[in-house]
């Protein structure tokens, strides 16, 4: 096993052993996905809520209400 084989057997060790991201870095990341796909599905959920509201207020009546009279004939 000549020099170059053994130094990069011995840095894959070392990265093994201690890696080039610690732990916290993966959880910090998972928490700002999170925290995104959060807010991402309130907004969504606001534009839903918003738009479909505004359309209900919107629409016109599907049938006027019949006319009836008053007084018997």
Do not use: C, F, K, Y
């Amino acid at each position: 096993m000549n020099e170059q084989d053994l130094r990069r057997l011995l840095t894959v060790s070392v990265e093994d052993v201690l890696p080039s991201q610690p732990a916290t870095a993966g959880w910090d990341r998972a928490r700002r996905t999170r925290r995104t796909r959060r807010a991402v599905g309130a907004v969504a959920l606001a534009v839903a809520l918003i738009g479909g509201g505004t359309v209900a207020a919107l629409r016109p009546p599907a049938d006027p209400p019949p006319d009836h009279p008053v007084a018997p004939t």
